[in-house]
């Protein structure tokens, strides 16, 4: 079984390895030396790097007291979470499954072996406890594909306490710069070992000390087929290219928090779930920019992952709502054990609903759809508007989205209350995403009123979707009443609480049409 620790450290170099006397850093006050050990670490990844290009890092290491399998996450410069599993001859599958957004359908192979002679001191306070590791390591770098090249190096390695201070690092740091250590150029071993075995190719073919010589994580991607690009800097110019850059960070988010919602994040599968919204609403809103007959199959992956995904968000959602309004009733409204039911109700649909997104991640559909998603950006579909100016183009598709949002709004509040009703009102929060999400693609070309339009519509959607939230949590609540009355408990506090649904259900809409108004006087479109 894996575990995960949190790793903060700062990686440095000098041309003398000698340490200073740590013992002047403020709080330290003893250094214990702990010897040198010896370790040997492969490191894997798919043929074309895309672990490395993604800043992962998956090895095999022997040697001091962590021997087994890492994998380590980017958190924040100087932070990665690494995640262990026990030492075994083959890649354990807990670790495969997440690094598979990324890999696929590649073959990881072995690409670089460091050996490292480490000689670690721990920095200790006035109680003996610890408050950082220091080591000092020497490198032997082999790459193990291509041209098989060599290098070697001396690093300093500081890595801060289980639960310290990260400020403790700055003072450790002032210490190294006034003996002449320098901060590390390279982000990690792996990236400095890549960067100097690579094969010589000459200007057009190196990569930089903290590059790794490695293409993106996913498919290359073409230059855009229509006659503006954008500036060497990566600025967007075009209607198009504004597009193409909101379409590619959600294609990343994808990605990138697919092992996040393996490991069971709080809030990951809400995020994921977003960027596939996100994602399927930029096709329907930017048409004029995107040619649908290439899109439309694409969104409709989309919309099945997205529910795939609903079905635990949704549950996750109506857990904590539901929990939350039993945690305010007073004491003699509560009967029964409605506590307990509620979180036996909750951890069983969860994790039945988990157990079935792992296997969606897993499935061919869904590594087909991220292929798909690759491919499109590399070479879009793009069509004429796609090269005009994008603040037209952009601020017209916006306000087409908010117009189909306006005839549903008005049309829900001609309405009398009732489930046509619920039923226009939760369209209308899907509306007020779609509007949303267009803006926030158009407000690095438009500016403040993007920015503001985005603002409203989150409001809007708020406002729905607590509306929406309580027609969901009443129809629980029903199921929830008939199993305890089954059972033979009290159904009176799931009376309390459908009732309070109800209430917050009529306040949703009696505040609607202010709100409405005053979000319609104001679109700036």
């Given at each position: 079984?894996?575990?995960?620790?949190?790793?903060?450290?700062?990686?440095?170099?000098?041309?003398?390895?000698?340490?200073?006397?740590?013992?002047?850093?403020?709080?330290?006050?003893?250094?214990?030396?702990?010897?040198?050990?010896?370790?040997?670490?492969?490191?894997?990844?798919?043929?074309?790097?895309?672990l490395?290009?993604?800043s992962?890092?998956l090895?095999?290491?022997?040697?001091?007291?962590?021997?087994?399998?890492?994998?380590?996450?980017?958190?924040?410069?100087?932070v990665?979470?690494?995640?262990?599993?026990?030492?075994?001859?083959?890649?354990?599958?807990?670790?495969?499954?997440?690094?598979?957004?990324?890999?696929?359908?590649?073959?990881?192979?072995?690409?670089?072996?460091?050996?490292?002679?480490?000689?670690?001191?721990?920095?200790?306070?006035?109680?003996?406890?610890?408050?950082?590791?220091?080591?000092?390591?020497?490198?032997?770098?082999?790459?193990?594909?291509?041209?098989?090249?060599?290098?070697r190096?001396?690093?300093?390695?500081?890595?801060?306490?289980?639960?310290?201070?990260p400020?403790?690092?700055?003072?450790?740091?002032?210490?190294?710069?006034?003996?002449?250590?320098?901060?590390?150029?390279?982000?990690?071993?792996?990236?400095?070992?890549?960067?100097?075995?690579?094969?010589?190719?000459?200007?057009?073919?190196?990569?930089?000390?903290?590059?790794?010589?490695?293409?993106?994580?996913t498919?290359?991607?073409?230059?855009?087929?229509?006659?503006?690009?954008?500036?060497?800097?990566g600025?967007?110019?075009?209607?198009?290219?504004?597009?193409?850059?909101?379409?590619?960070?959600?294609r990343?988010?994808?990605?990138?928090?697919?092992?996040?919602?393996?490991?069971?994040?709080?809030?990951?599968?809400?995020?994921?779930?977003?960027?596939?919204?996100?994602?399927?609403?930029?096709?329907?809103?930017?048409?004029?920019?995107?040619?649908?007959?290439?899109?439309?199959?694409?969104?409709?992956?989309?919309?099945?992952?997205?529910?795939?995904?609903?079905?635990?968000?949704?549950?996750?959602?109506?857990?904590?709502?539901?929990t939350?309004?039993?945690?305010?009733?007073?004491?003699?409204?509560?009967?029964?054990?409605?506590?307990e039911?509620?979180?036996?109700?909750?951890?069983?649909?969860?994790?039945?609903?988990?157990?079935?997104?792992?296997?969606?991640?897993?499935?061919?559909?869904?590594?087909?759809?991220?292929?798909?998603?690759?491919?499109?950006?590399?070479?879009?579909?793009?069509?004429?508007?796609?090269?005009?100016?994008?603040?037209?183009?952009?601020?017209?598709?916006?306000?087409?989205?908010?117009?189909?949002?306006?005839?549903?709004?008005?049309?829900?509040?001609?309405?009398?209350?009732?489930?046509?009703?619920?039923?226009?009102?939760?369209?209308?929060?899907?509306?007020?995403?779609?509007?949303?999400?267009a803006?926030?693609?158009?407000?690095?070309?438009?500016?403040?009123?993007?920015?503001?339009?985005?603002?409203?519509?989150?409001?809007?959607?708020?406002?729905?979707?607590?509306?929406?939230?309580?027609?969901?949590?009443?129809?629980?609540?029903?199921?929830?009443?008939?199993?305890?009355?089954?059972?033979?408990?009290?159904?009176?506090?799931?009376?309390?609480?459908?009732?309070?649904?109800?209430?917050?259900?009529?306040?949703?809409?009696?505040?609607?049409?202010?709100?409405?108004?005053?979000?319609?006087?104001?679109?700036?479109?």
């Amino acid at each position: 079984m894996a575990d995960t620790k949190r790793e903060i450290e700062r990686k440095y170099e000098s041309d003398d390895a000698a340490l200073p006397d740590l013992t002047r850093v403020p709080g330290v006050a003893s250094v214990r030396e702990r010897g040198v050990t010896h370790l040997d670490a492969t490191y894997h990844d798919t043929a074309d790097h895309r672990l490395a290009a993604s800043s992962l890092t998956l090895r095999r290491r022997t040697g001091g007291a962590d021997a087994g399998w890492h994998l380590k996450f980017p958190v924040a410069p100087g932070v990665r979470d690494e995640i262990r599993a026990p030492l075994s001859d083959t890649l354990p599958d807990e670790l495969a499954a997440l690094v598979r957004s990324r890999v696929r359908d590649r073959e990881l192979l072995p690409v670089v072996r460091l050996r490292s002679d480490r000689d670690v001191r721990h920095l200790l306070d006035d109680q003996d406890r610890l408050l950082a590791e220091v080591s000092v390591d020497t490198v032997h770098a082999e790459r193990l594909t291509g041209e098989g090249g060599e290098a070697r190096w001396t690093e300093i390695e500081v890595e801060l306490a289980d639960d310290g201070d990260p400020a403790f690092l700055d003072k450790v740091e002032k210490r190294l710069r006034k003996a002449g250590v320098r901060p590390s150029t390279s982000s990690s071993k792996l990236a400095r070992a890549l960067a100097e075995t690579a094969p010589d190719t000459g200007p057009a073919g190196s990569a930089g000390r903290d590059g790794v010589g490695a293409p993106p994580a996913t498919a290359p991607e073409a230059a855009p087929r229509h006659k503006h690009r954008p500036r060497l800097d990566g600025t967007p110019v075009t209607a198009g290219d504004h597009v193409l850059a909101y379409l590619r960070a959600q294609r990343d988010a994808l990605v990138e928090l697919d092992p996040a919602v393996r490991r069971d994040v709080p809030d990951a599968v809400h995020r994921m779930r977003v960027a596939t919204r996100r994602l399927r609403s930029t096709f329907r809103s930017f048409r004029t920019v995107l040619d649908r007959a290439a899109t439309d199959p694409v969104a409709a992956d989309l919309k099945w992952l997205a529910a795939e995904l609903g079905k635990d968000r949704d549950q996750e959602v109506l857990a904590e709502r539901l929990t939350q309004a039993l945690d305010r009733l007073p004491a003699d409204q509560v009967t029964g054990p409605v506590a307990e039911r509620l979180a036996a109700w909750s951890e069983a649909r969860h994790q039945r609903a988990h157990h079935q997104l792992l296997a969606i991640l897993d499935s061919r559909r869904h590594l087909t759809l991220l292929d798909t998603l690759d491919a499109l950006l590399a070479d879009p579909p793009l069509r004429k508007k796609a090269g005009a100016r994008p603040d037209k183009v952009l601020a017209k598709a916006v306000r087409k989205d908010f117009g189909k949002l306006a005839g549903l709004v008005e049309h829900a509040l001609e309405l009398p209350p009732g489930q046509e009703r619920d039923t226009t009102l939760h369209e209308a929060r899907k509306k007020t995403k779609r509007t949303r999400y267009a803006a926030e693609a158009a407000a690095p070309a438009l500016g403040g009123p993007a920015d503001e339009a985005a603002s409203d519509m989150k409001a809007l959607q708020g406002l729905l979707g607590d509306h929406q939230d309580s027609v969901m949590a009443r129809r629980t609540l029903r199921e929830l009443a008939a199993v305890a009355h089954a059972a033979g408990e009290s159904e009176f506090t799931y009376g309390v609480l459908y009732a309070g649904e109800a209430h917050r259900a009529r306040a949703a809409e009696d505040a609607l049409p202010e709100a409405w108004s005053a979000i319609s006087r104001a679109f700036p479109f």
